[in-house]
């Protein structure tokens, strides 16, 4: 079947400036890290890109390594993308990045210019386009100099491979150091990527999100829904057909009884505003001053309309933010 966007794509969805560039993210964005590999259904993938599209999802997020198998899930996006999206590549803004174990020897992985370089290359040749809008170095890396990595991010951009270069996973100090390079070169920097969810706050005890506000650079938030965990999933078992199911980055052994615990009563202050777990989630995340779009990932385009639905209500009483962190604590 072929396929044409809704028209009333833009309407509800928000857009949040990335720091004080001029490019403008959905608030939420869909990430391929799971479920958009070779061994994935192909029609199953389509349909959530393209439900995001039509929700006004403008944001897909890929990395080299994404799959299994490494690398297919930017060849499944390639497919999509020519399929159902040429007519609107304009619309779109597509990231990958470099950094994690991608092939053997000593330039699959961490943050050289030949690794960074190479890898976008692959990158670009397997999602079948001529650029993409945001580049990311995805993990820092101790061996090598900061100012060596950020000159490949540069230069990617400036060769026309990339609109614009962007860090994940980076610790403060590290994050600081990347963006005084950048700034020196004047390379269009964006984003950094980290990891936020009410389960896990890391980066907001240790000053990521105050940095970014500072420097005027946005931050997209991975995994908020704790890869399922802050969400209805698991809190009657585990479902055959869930991440933590697949035992593979979700282990089914980390979901204890104290876990699921809090998980409940955080559903209960959901269920008090009116919205699911996952929607909470998300608009707990959103709340954080120098946040710029959620990064969910799905399973299947139901999943992907809830957290839509929840972005009606992203505001929180004082009294349900102190009832939450009375949970977390
Ligand atoms: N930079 C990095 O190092 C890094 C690391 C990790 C992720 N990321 C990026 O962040 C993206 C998102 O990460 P993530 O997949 O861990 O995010 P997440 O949004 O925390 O978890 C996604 C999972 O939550 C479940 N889910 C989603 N919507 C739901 C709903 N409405 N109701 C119930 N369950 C729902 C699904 O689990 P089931 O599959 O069980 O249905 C889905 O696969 C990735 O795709 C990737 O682009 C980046």
């Known amino acids: 079947m072929s396929y044409s966007p809704d028209p009333g794509r833009y309407d509800s969805m928000a857009y949040r400036r990335c720091g004080r560039s001029g490019l403008r993210l959905p608030v939420v964005s869909l990430g391929l890290w799971h479920n958009f590999g070779s061994v994935d259904v192909y029609e199953n993938c389509r349909r959530m890109v393209q439900t995001a599209f039509d929700l006004g999802i ?31 590549r304009d619309e779109l803004v597509i990231s990958s990045k470099a950094g994690y174990y991608m092939w053997p020897g000593p330039y699959g992985e961490w943050g050289s210019r030949k690794n960074l370089i190479a890898s976008c290359d692959q990158s670009l040749r397997r999602l079948g386009v001529e650029y993409v809008d945001i580049f990311y170095h995805h993990r820092p890396d101790p061996d090598t100099p900061v100012e060596e990595s950020m000159l490949a991010l540069d230069q990617i951009v400036r060769s026309g491979k990339a609109l614009y270069a962007g860090i994940s996973n980076y610790g403060p100090e590290r994050a600081a150091e990347a963006i005084r390079v950048l700034r020196e070169l004047k390379t269009p920097f964006v984003l950094h990527q980290v990891r936020y969810n009410m389960l896990d706050r890391a980066h907001e005890r240790q000053g990521s999100f105050r940095l970014l506000q500072e420097e005027g650079v946005g931050g997209i938030v991975f995994s908020p829904l704790a890869q399922g965990l802050l969400t209805g999933r698991y809190l009657d078992g585990i479902p055959a057909d869930s991440r933590a199911a697949r035992n593979g980055f979700l282990k089914a052994d980390s979901i204890t009884s104290e876990l699921l615990g809090r998980i409940r009563a955080l559903d209960a202050i959901a269920r008090g505003r009116g919205q699911t777990l996952a929607e909470m989630a998300v608009a707990w995340v959103l709340a954080q001053p120098g946040v710029t779009s959620a990064l969910v990932g799905a399973s299947r385009p139901e999943q992907i309309r809830d957290i839509v639905a929840g972005l009606s209500k992203l505001d929180f009483s004082a009294a349900e933010l102190a009832a939450i962190d009375t949970v977390l604590a």
């Open 58 to 88: 403008t944001h897909f997020d890929l990395a080299n390594n994404y799959g299994p198998e490494p690398g297919s899930a930017e060849i499944t996006f390639g497919r999509i993308l020519k399929q159902d999206l040429a007519a609107w």
